[in-house]
């Protein structure tokens, strides 16, 4: 008897279909497993078969033969457990029509009691699986959540593999999504609760309008400054002044996050931008992505949100070397002998540092001790390609004891937001007719000729500026980009002087201090 299951394995933030086929003749008892089957593929056959047998299904007997298609590429995932234990208990009995079978995608892992467990990269499956006009998906109850942000595919919680064949032998009471999976699958997209909030940091007035800047426009940003004046704070409340995600941004985000296996059990679709904050020991596979079989890195899991560097000299060099092409292009691609694939990484980089290895040398409170070799040392950690790609260079002062003890002031992250927010729909606008582009700091050189237009003080503050800093083009670029955020924060459509000098003076440490 010969039966034709599909399933459904992940490359990259995408999903290839996989056509299960199992065969079944007379003769000795076999199994066999073709088609490029890795480790916990070939071990599946044990899990099943336990699987088989706790559940109370008939196994098939003879030579049976189980092709995994396209029989090319490499298959390494214990999702195919369920579609694999549904071949061999159709082949079996003979009860469940193919034509049901054929209509649905299946993925699941088996464990010996015949529940089904999570697995990951259910969201980009259950996408290609609707694309490619299937009627439902049996996935796992955990993962249902997950599949049922989908629109136009019926989604199945399975809970043990006898649910599996209940529903596709027309058994089942469980027809379609339930009220529980399209509940959970929307109720996900609510942003949680705001923790934190920028009011809570005392003084930083400069640091914090920065912030709002780089908000507003996409930008990356460095703060400099000395132990204990606010750095971290900063950094994780930009979260909580960033728009909100879009559903398309939200989709894209948790396919990542699927796939990488970093959604939670009964999650269903992430409803925040995601803050990401690596420590330094970090290695290169593991910030920007790779291994045998490769998997996102930390810049592709803050991908449409915030990828946080703290005290960034003490990263390997190495590592933050890998970062400039992916900052540029918005992506990453990890090249292997089998495959290439290809992660977004479109983030904001928000690092922070000393300026000097004791942490003191802007600090008009605390005295520096360090030679002035070591200074140079510790900057030099940080190569000048890799500072040109960071657009605002904020020094972050010491806070003074009136500032933390007097009353908190400045505006709650819900305000600055509103102001960012509608910085953000002018590009929107701006930006309308290209799906590449949704913020300033996105823009390619045509787009910056086109929208960067300056009045004559301006231009001639930003020459005098670009000849005494001694500033790259790429540095240029970026400073016209700045300018142009500020310019929709304050709904100008023309970038005036104020605009220019605001931009270059976060740009101000590459000669006032950078290089001494």
């Known amino acids: 008897m010969f039966i ?19 065969n079944v003749a007379s003769g000795m008892h076999k199994y066999t497993v073709v088609g490029l089957p890795q480790g916990a593929v070939r071990e599946s056959l044990d899990r099943i078969w336990a699987a088989l047998k706790n559940e109370n299904l008939q196994a ?27 071949g061999l208990v159709a082949a079996a009995s003979g009860n469940i029509d193919p034509d049901a079978i054929g209509a649905h995608w299946i993925m699941g892992e088996l464990s010996l009691d015949g529940t089904v467990r999570p697995v990951r990269g259910v969201l980009p499956m259950t996408i290609a699986a609707r694309d490619r006009g299937c009627s439902g998906v049996l996935v796992p109850a955990q993962n249902a959540p997950e599949a049922a942000v989908v629109e136009g595919i019926d989604v199945y919680p399975i809970h043990r593999l006898q649910d599996a064949v209940a529903v596709l032998s027309g058994t089942s009471q469980v027809h379609g999504p339930g009220p529980y999976v399209s509940d959970a699958g929307e109720a996900s997209r609510e942003e949680r609760a705001e923790v934190l ?49 879009s559903r398309a941004e939200a989709l894209e985000t948790t396919k990542i996050h699927s796939v990488a296996g970093r959604l939670h059990a009964g999650d269903g679709i992430v409803g925040t931008r995601p803050f990401r904050s690596p420590h330094h020991t970090i290695s290169d596979a593991g910030l920007c992505g790779g291994g045998a079989n490769p998997r996102p890195g930390e810049i592709s899991l803050a991908h449409n949100g915030v990828l946080f560097l703290d005290e ?53 409170q605390r005295e520096c001790v360090c030679a002035p070799a070591q200074v140079q040392r510790y900057l030099s950690k940080l190569s000048g390609p890799l500072m040109d790609r960071i657009d605002l260079h904020v020094e972050v002062a010491p806070v003074s004891f009136d500032e933390m003890e007097g009353p908190r002031e400045g505006d709650r992250s819900a305000t600055v937001r509103g102001r960012v927010e509608q910085a953000r729909r002018v590009q929107e606008d701006r930006y309308g007719d290209r799906a590449s582009v949704h913020c300033n700091a996105q823009m390619d050189s045509r787009l910056v000729e086109s929208h960067c237009t300056i009045d004559k003080s301006g231009r001639t503050l930003l020459k005098a500026a670009i000849e005494r800093l001694g500033l790259s083009a790429r540095a240029y670029t970026r400073i016209l980009k700045v300018a142009r955020t500020i310019a929709d924060l304050d709904a100008e459509e023309t970038i005036a002087a104020s605009h220019v000098s605001e931009a270059v003076q976060y740009r101000s440490l590459d000669r006032d201090w950078w290089h001494g």
């Open 4 to 22: 034709r299951v599909w399933s459904s394995a992940t490359h990259g933030v995408d999903a290839l279909p996989i056509e299960i086929e199992t």
């Open 312 to 364: 960034l000299p003490e990263f390997k060099r190495r590592v933050l070397e890998v970062m400039r092409q992916p900052i540029e292009e918005g992506k990453i691609t990890i090249s292997r002998a089998r495959s290439t694939v290809t992660y977004p990484a479109r983030f904001m980089l928000i690092a922070s540092m000393n300026p000097c290895p004791c942490g003191h040398l802007t600090d008009p």
């Open 60 to 86: 098939p007997r003879g030579r049976i033969t189980v092709n995994l298609a396209p029989a090319d590429v490499p298959k390494d995932s214990a999702a195919f457990d369920l579609p694999l234990a549904v």
């Open 197 to 245: 909030d920028f009011r809570d940091v005392r003084g930083q007035e400069n640091a914090k309008r920065a912030l709002e800047v780089a908000a507003a426009g996409g930008h990356n940003a460095l703060l400099v400054g000395p132990p204990g004046s606010g750095k971290t704070m900063l950094a994780r409340r930009m979260p909580t002044v960033l728009p909100q995600l």
